[in-house]
């Protein structure tokens, strides 16, 4: 399958106040997760306080790269034009080691793709800002 470039550009993510820590670790590739100081939950996606127990302080901590497939969607439908020759593709839903749940893309066939699958963070620059995660599939069937 040949991809071609695009003419309309890629979308991107709107970096606001309370995932901008989140943006700039995935942009130094380190997969980074909310950690609130009072309680140790891991929390995700980031936010202003902990949903657990209200604090407002916030920490961050180094997730290890590491987790298994959750649940995914194959997409057979481009939800935007730049997407139309990339289809079908999987998007996952990763349950990482820590315990938190993250979306990304994966580098393997949508129909390789396993519930339970072992999965690693990978980091997809896109430009100067933004990079996205896309797993690596660590064992396709
Ligand atoms: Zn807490």
């Known amino acids: 399958m040949s991809r071609q470039t695009s003419p309309v550009p890629r979308p991107l ?3 606001d106040p309370d995932h901008a820590h989140w943006w700039e670790a995935l942009r130094r590739h380190e997969l980074l997760v ?3 100081p009072q309680c140790k939950a ?18 961050w901590r180094r ?3 590491r987790g ?7 997409v057979h439908r481009a939800s935007h034009p730049w997407f ?3 289809i079908p593709y999987a ?12 979306v990304g893309s994966i580098d393997c066939p949508p129909e390789r793709v396993q519930e339970g699958m072992p999965v690693e963070a990978g980091f997809e620059d896109v430009d100067e800002q933004i990079s996205l995660l896309r ?3 660590n064992n396709p069937v």
Do not use: N
Request: overall charge negative; glycine content about 6%; charged content about 20%.
């Open 135 to 137: 797993f690596h599939a």
């Open 13 to 15: 993510p709107q970096v």
């Open 34 to 36: 909310q950690e609130c």
């Open 68 to 74: 298994k497939v959750y649940s995914w969607v194959v």
């Open 84 to 86: 139309a020759d990339r």
């Open 42 to 59: 891991c929390i995700f996606p980031p936010q202003p306080a902990c949903p657990y127990c209200r604090s407002l302080e916030r920490g």
């Open 91 to 102: 998007a996952v839903l990763v349950e990482m080691e820590e315990g938190f749940r993250v």
């Open 63 to 65: 997730s290890s790269g």
